[in-house]
């Protein structure tokens, strides 16, 4: 049985013929028989095939474009992707590495697998489905994960799936857990793995003011790379308990590491001014277009009061990874911050999501994690 077509409008298939990977609810001409999270083929108005695709019925994206051909979305197709993933992923020195045994493995859009999240931890793949048709396409990316046993891949979850084990991973060398099950994300952020390093080696002989802290691994490099001292600001309390574990775990003098369970905008609104490198990691402030004014505000907000207190001549680590906010807007934002500051500021380092976060060139909108390494004078 073939899968149900969908038709677009007259003109709406310039997208796709640049390889977009979605195809939006005002190119399509009627609405197709097909199940929320169906495959469908996808036809120009005159009936030619453009690939498949992933059905969505509500939502202003109708389809994830999967293929951009005529051919089925079988397990021959599953299997040839994650291959592919595995290989850039070797190519890029994270397989077998040591040093360093976590990583994304299949990044959405980047990978050409939309909706689908797959993080590597030691062996165990944590997935993440953020679509219905990828929700209901599990059992072959499951099948097709463990079908080489080249792969070694070892358990496989979903993420927040009850009953996963913590897992000790190790990243360039410093150790931490992960729990996937009550964690956030997929239970660790991958995509900061650079810029923790980066951040390492400009931290020693300095007063770190780690914001947005999680599970504490800014403040595992920066002592690790010879912080006097390190403090932590994060309002879950599992995430400060998980913090000390990791502290703990990297056999790090716990008297340099303090935490604090605060809101991070009344933080820093008072806190004493004798930190001379503040990292902001902040979540999205903005997961939609309705979102994004107010959260480049916050972005202003947060960054002037850190700006304000930071000593002379102190580094500011900060980011936003709210993918409707540009990287124009964010550096726009910390401009803004500056000015209200009153500080004079410098970049350093333009920072970005690491290399397994891969970003099609087809979808720009993949550069979701922007961040500026400043030197406030």
Request: a neutral charge.
């Amino acid at each position: 049985m073939s899968d149900p077509c969908i038709r677009l409008k007259p003109g709406r298939d310039k997208s796709l013929l640049r390889r977009h990977p979605f195809v939006f609810s005002g190119a399509v001409s009627g609405a197709p028989d097909a199940g929320d999270g169906s495959v469908v083929r996808v036809l120009s108005h005159e009936g030619a095939c453009l690939g498949r695709g992933h059905y969505q019925a509500s939502g202003s994206i109708r389809v994830r474009m999967l293929a951009f051909e005529d051919r089925p979305l079988d397990g021959a197709f599953w299997k040839a992707r994650i291959d592919e993933a595995f290989a850039l992923r070797r190519a890029l020195g994270l397989a077998d590495n040591p040093e360093t045994n976590a990583f994304r493995l299949i990044h959405g859009e980047g990978d050409g697998l939309p909706g689908l999240v797959a993080d590597w931890y030691a062996g165990n793949v944590v997935l993440q489905a953020h679509s219905s048709g990828m929700s209901l396409a599990m059992p072959d990316v499951k099948e097709a994960l463990t079908s080489r046993p080249e792969h070694r891949v070892g358990a496989v979850f979903s993420a927040g799936e009850a009953g996963m084990p913590e897992v000790e991973i190790v990243e360039n060398g410093r150790r931490f857990i992960v729990d996937a099950s009550r964690g956030q994300k997929t239970g660790f952020y991958l995509d900061q793995r650079d810029n923790r390093k980066l951040a390492g080696e400009f931290a020693a002989g300095r007063n770190v003011l780690n914001v947005f802290s999680y599970s504490g691994a800014f403040a595992v490099y920066a002592l690790k790379g010879g912080a006097r001292k390190a403090l932590s600001v994060e309002s879950s309390g599992p995430a400060i308990e998980l913090a000390a574990r990791n502290i703990r775990l990297n056999g790090l003098d716990e008297g340099l590491h303090e935490t604090v369970a605060a809101d991070a905008f009344e933080f820093l609104r008072t806190f004493e001014p004798d930190f001379d490198m503040i990292i902001l990691d902040p979540p999205a402030f903005a997961k939609h277009m309705s979102a994004r004014h107010a959260a480049i505000q916050a972005y202003r907000r947060i960054n002037a009061m850190a700006m304000q207190r930071i000593a002379p001549g102190g580094l500011l680590f900060t980011f936003s990874c709210s993918q409707v906010v540009t990287p124009d807007l964010f550096r726009g934002a910390i401009l803004a911050a500056a000015v209200d500051a009153g500080r004079a500021v410098r970049i350093l380092y333009q920072l970005h999501q690491p290399p397994d976060h891969p970003v099609s060139l087809f979808h720009p909108e993949g550069e979701y994690l922007k961040g500026l390494a400043l030197c406030v004078a």
